[in-house]
């Protein structure tokens, strides 16, 4: 006879992956805030959202990405309003 071994639950998966998806967040925007800023800011806030929504238990890390995400934004409108381009030099 075969064993039978219960697969993940629906809710336990969609948990997890909201898990993975607050981390995901969180470091996208932690690394917005140094580099391409206009790519992964509203990608961590994206997947802040989701995670949020799927109930993840790593809200905390959900929520400091979703703040990252937005810092992201606002060091790219600063960087723009202040040099008039996208492309910026540190230091100049």
């Known amino acids: 006879m075969d064993t039978v071994v219960p697969a993940r639950t629906t809710a336990t998966a969609r948990r997890s992956d909201a898990d993975g998806t ?6 996208l925007g932690l690394l917005g805030t140094f ?8 990608l961590a806030i994206i997947l802040a959202s989701v995670a949020l929504v799927r109930g ?11 703040f990252l995400g937005i810092a992201d934004i ?3 409108v600063a960087l723009i309003t202040a040099h008039q381009d996208i492309a910026w030099t540190p230091g100049f």
């Open 74 to 76: 606002a060091i790219l």
């Open 56 to 66: 993840t238990r790593r809200r905390g890390r959900a929520l400091l990405g979703l």
């Open 35 to 42: 580099v391409l800023n206009i790519v992964f800011g509203p």
């Open 22 to 27: 607050a981390v995901a967040s969180f470091i």
